[in-house]
């Protein structure tokens, strides 16, 4: 047995050493992507809107310190969750990306900041902002063509969503056709599907009058009504859409967002009556004050207000980070709260080991929906909070889905009620429980052998954004790991082999059949052949999500140079980690975590097998006519013409990779005054080297 240690309340992010800082990063990653497909693929969300902010904020805060850290998976860089399976899934001619959050004064006045900063504005130059309520109901793109509408979907993970189009034909607000003379030859109108408090109220009573369950909250009901494969069954809730942007567009009717907005309303469109134009710090945070204070008489759910600069030369001017536009920003309501007693913690063990506690709750209503959970995180946090069984808790909500709880009320903790040990051996196998120093998670060490993890890294493995088989869902892992059909992921494509008859056989089992089992081995046939960055992301390796494997997908090419070039950087080769290491926003962490998986012997004998039975598709490149595409560029020293982000965010809108170091595989460095290490760097390799005139000449037109 390990020896038992004590650990220390969970620290600032200023109080963070580099180590920990890497342990609290994998945990709030991978605690928000498990959120954002509870909320956006499943619509059950598993955390309050301001727990979930709470941990954004942090994760946001620990970043800004230790910003070598951020990964390309980082919680900053990620939008949404995959769709879910019911309707046909379409993809977005351009991203329906999230909103950064405001909290506070302070929070909206560095919004403020940040963008005259950006655009190198002097305070007396005016900057107009339109403000509009945020409304809480479901994203939708509406696609007209010559003024016809063709196509209406779903947000989903903010590059596909679902094709909902005869449904949203069905709701207030939106034209079948645009009412003008002369439309656009392509018009994509976005805003918010939303239920209206009274049509709530209309149908939560039938609901009731036909013995079924109510709808916790207005949003959820709006997103299931939505997603009904009966239109019919849509048309009968009376949704309404609020329009308030647009995606692409052959022309636009005006040079502002709120003359694109008016001029939407022009074309039949339901908008928001209370957008206005405001200037500065003052004028925003009036506004807000006032749609607060009529936020219950309003008649629809909102859970903030959101500017977005006026102009939309700026607008283009500021451009996008990863998940979000740099020009808006959205300021949330504070949060409600109530208590209720704490009747117990129960320990999950996830897919990397981790021990998670959770808290059951006697079930309370907070804001109009009935909570029964909510996560403590870690040991720390139920240290620092002193939360025990039997206490009365305080929750807070912001939203419709499970509260965070704040604190205790110890004047009415039960006698007796003892602080929590949390355990030091896994729940599901029995292994050691430990804590390495640095780490704010424990996690079991029973790797391959732990039931909880071996079915949770197949999971994984064929999940949406991986493997993608269809017809293996949870259930069918589960089961398949029961009977010892399958152990590992390459016991999937050896299925046949590993179960005699194969396919009748499979047939055979109870809830199977001959169709089911014929489709399931055509889906694992048809994924024999992967896209490189699909088979990166199933392997699981920490840090490395989704978008974390595009990107080394598209450094390295090919799975043979990926997997060489990995298997190089376990082995301790100095060369190929720096190679890694200076993919743009990839840093240590990541390099760390992918020499830790290919270290490990039972990790690469398991990619070999894998190997012997997969072919991986070389990774597409992005296709571009200027002279920068596929260049690898650094920049360095001071730009005086535009900004550091702004002239990053140029190249690679021109199919360059941007780079934080210079190696030998870099093709150019743009140096400004006082560019330092890096001009030695390129001298070293031999790399050009211009300045910042002859990159605006190289790139001009384009």
């Known amino acids: ?144 063509e010559n003024g016809e509408l063709s196509v209406g979907a779903t947000r989903g993970d903010g590059t596909e969503g679902e094709n909902v189009t005869a449904n949203l034909k069905t709701v207030e607000g939106v034209p079948h056709r645009l009412q003008t003379a002369h439309p656009p030859a392509v018009f994509e109108v976005r805003g918010e599907v939303y239920f209206p408090a009274d049509r709530f109220a209309e149908l939560n009573a039938r609901q009731a009058a036909e013995g079924k369950e109510p709808y916790a909250n207005p949003r959820n009901a709006a997103a299931g009504s939505l997603r009904q494969l009966d239109a019919a069954i849509t048309a009968s809730r009376k949704l309404r859409f609020f329009a308030y942007a647009w995606g692409e567009a052959s022309d636009l009717p005006s040079d502002t967002q709120t003359g694109v907005v008016k001029a939407l309303k022009g074309w039949g469109f339901d908008i928001n009556p209370l957008m206005t134009v405001t200037h500065g710090l003052d004028g925003l945070m009036d506004y807000y004050r006032d749609i607060e204070e009529r936020r219950a008489g309003l008649g629809y759910d909102i859970d903030g207000v959101v500017y977005k600069v006026n102009r939309l030369d700026l607008q283009q001017r500021l451009g996008f980070v990863s998940r979000s536009p740099r020009w808006a920003i959205a ?84 006698a007796g009620a003892a602080p929590f040990a949390f355990p030091r051996v896994c729940p599901a196998c029995g292994s050691h429980a430990v804590r390495e120093e640095g780490e704010v998670a424990t996690r079991c060490t029973g790797g391959l052998i732990c039931p909880a993890q071996r079915s949770e890294r197949l999971k994984h493995f064929v999940s949406r954004n991986a493997f993608d088989i269809e017809g293996l869902g949870a259930k069918h892992i589960d089961a398949f790991l029961a009977d010892g059909l399958i152990e590992t992921p390459s016991d999937i494509f050896r299925l046949e082999e590993r179960y005699g008859a194969g396919e009748k056989a499979i047939a055979a089992r109870e809830g199977w059949g001959a169709q089911s089992a014929a489709k399931l081995f055509e889906a694992i046939a048809s994924r024999r052949t992967i896209a490189l960055h699909r088979f990166i992301f199933a392997l699981g390796i920490r840090h490395v999500g989704e978008t974390t494997a595009k990107q080394l997908a598209r450094a390295y090419g090919s799975g043979a140079a990926f997997i060489a070039a990995m298997r190089r950087i376990a082995e301790g080769d100095a060369a190929a980690l720096a190679d890694l290491d200076a993919i743009d926003q990839i840093g240590g962490t990541v390099a760390e975590a992918i020499a830790d998986f290919f270290g490990e012997a039972h990790n690469t004998d398991e990619v070999d097998r894998l190997l012997a039975v997969l072919t991986i598709e070389d990774a597409e490149q992005p296709a571009s006519d200027s002279p920068v595409a596929g260049k690898t560029v650094v920049f360095t020293g001071s730009l005086e013409k535009m900004t550091r982000n702004e002239a990053k965010a140029r190249a690679e809108g021109l199919g360059a990779k941007v780079a934080g170091s210079v190696s030998a595989k870099t093709d150019l460095v743009v140096a400004g005054p006082g560019a330092g290490s890096k001009l030695k760097e390129a001298e070293k390799h031999g790399v050009r080297v211009i300045d910042e005139d002859a990159w605006l000449k190289l790139i001009e037109g384009l």
């Open 1 to 144: 047995m390990a020896a038992k240690k004590t650990f220390p309340a969970a620290k600032a992010p200023e109080a963070l050493s580099e180590k920990e800082a890497k342990a609290e990063l994998t945990r709030l990653s991978l605690t928000l992507a498990e959120h954002d497909r509870r909320y956006y693929q499943e619509d059950a969300p598993s955390v309050s809107d301001a727990e979930y902010d709470a941990l954004k904020r942090r994760s946001a805060a620990i970043e800004a310190r230790f910003p070598h850290l951020v990964g390309l998976d980082s919680p900053s860089l990620r939008v949404g969750a995959k769709p879910a399976e019911r309707f046909e899934k379409v993809r977005h001619a351009r991203p329906m990306l999230s909103l950064d959050n405001a909290f506070s004064e302070e929070d909206v006045a560095e919004f403020l900041a940040r963008i005259r900063r950006f655009l190198n504005l002097a305070d007396a130059e005016a900057l107009e902002i339109a403000a509009e309520p945020k409304i809480d109901g479901l994203s939708a793109s509406l696609r007209y």
């Open 331 to 414: 300021h949330k309501f504070p949060a409600e709260k109530a208590t209720t007693e704490l009747l117990g913690i129960d320990i999950q063990v996830g897919r990397t080991g981790v021990l998670t506690p959770v808290a059951r709750l006697k079930p309370v209503t907070v804001g109009g929906v009935v909570v029964t959970n909510a996560t403590l995180h870690n040991e720390d946090e139920i240290a620092r909070k002193d939360v025990r069984i039997g206490d009365t808790v305080i929750l807070q909500r912001a939203g419709d889905v499970i509260p965070q709880i704040l604190g205790v009320v110890e004047e009415k903790r039960p």
